[in-house]
């Protein structure tokens, strides 16, 4: 199999043997949102040119944004709640020009109560690996990010998500706001102690503190009283916001549904603060796994029936 | 009088009579960001020469930023609850090399339960003035702005207040943001319809649906699924940005308080969209007068006994 993890800023290609092991694996910057001209088939057949044999008999699948209508062709979204089972049965497939089929993964999308709908796409990939790998009983995922996902699992499928402008948000403010220009980066390390004092600011549960547009305003005036060193106001806001996200993601769970614990995929640095403020509010956390995406896209394939094509032929 | 409304991006200089009459108005982009080398003194002389005479006996009071750090001196932060009276009571003075005594109005801070201050500098004034221009009864006054506030006043005080950085947060997400590359503006006038949708979607009360965090991803997915026109995603995220600060706001205040009906200061754009979008949550609403920021001077310079001195001089 070859699989492709195929987001807005990066393409990961891995090249997997029939159980599912990585033989190989390319990272690059090739996300949609850097291939020149929309040429997505230039940059699959050099990067992928040695992987493939003259039949095209590896099969060859594909999640995330590239499935998108920025991407290289737009793949459905399918309704929750969905799972392997589900997504194998509505992937897409584009005939490349050089003869090589590339399926592509749907995204999943949620309408809540008020008619609104929520998309992802690459996510449900990483946490069918999860489940793959892991065998977790978790029911509750976590996938923090630019645009973080909470997301419930029941039975395998996917049952209900959200997601949380988190990191856009938090970055739109380091980088333009005026909370922005209070911030004095020593060495740009984070400060444990101010992340968790954003973290408590964003978990008082009082409604006299206000939501978020009101509670963000605490980041300049703790800084104006000298209660805050300019070099911590970039950990409390980071607190702040990803507490924040915590107290939206567990009332959108309601009452006890995270009691037995939850799952941050990944294991960037970013995940290691949604485990330690998910610790900090006394829900018990669990890191994710490296390349979870790959396992998810072998067990589609798998149930899409593409494996036992490859050894037919 | 000489009234100066000394902003972060703007002057307003005011010629008062002794009945609180406006005789002359200055507007400049002269804020304390717009005044090179800070030679704020430079500025003030030259916009009032004309107004001063040669004694000086012409009382000059002045609010805003200019009282800030950043500003031409720092005036004091002082505690609510605070009046006139108590403003009054505590101005700085500057002392200007041409023999100018340019008295300036302090800030007011208030600590809420968890022990974060808040601050504002400007607004207090504003609100003094309302309250002696319409002698009105309302407890609650909405500041609309970058960074608004919500002031709550009893017997002539103000006893609380808070501040929501929805402008600012607005503005940034239109400007940088995945949102903002999502807007069409045809010919940037507001869509009422798209604005209250964005207003209903931030009164929703089910916790199912999330904080602001989650919301905010509304405004893509709409857009995305077709549900919301391009051209109408600016208007739907200020309904959702504003309708948030309500909830916040009226959540700060607790049930009732706002029943008697809110004030919202100024006549711009701005504070007609608050006006439109409190009575579309069902809290009556009052917009504001003009030039309030004069009264209040005009009040404040009266309680500190500056016009009393003129005359004797």
Redesign the interface.
Known sequence: LIALDWGTTSLRAYRVDGQGAILDKISTHNGILNVADGDFERVFNELTAAWRDRRNAVPVVACGMIGS?QGWYEAPYIACPAGATEIAGQLSVINTHSGARVWLVPGLSFT???G????MRGEETQIIGELQITQSASQVFVLPGT?SKWVRVGQGRITWF?????G??FA??C????LGRLMQDDDGSPDSHAFRRGLD?AA?A?????????R???AR??A??D?LPATAVRSYLSGL?IG??I???L??L?AGVADGGVSVIGNSELARLYVEALDHRGVSSRPGTTDAVVAGLFRIAGAAGLLEDSHVR
């Not at 609104?116 to 998309?119: A, F, H, Q």
């Not at 009082?206 to 009101?214: N, T």
């Open positions: 209508r809540d109560a008020s609104v709908p929520d998309v645009h959200a997601t949380f402008m988190s856009e948000v739109l403010l980088r333009h706001s005026i600011y008082v009082d409604p006299g503190s206000g939501g978020l547009l009101k963000l305003f605490s005036t703790l104006l009283f209660k916001i924040s996200e107290s939206e993601g009332a959108c309601g």
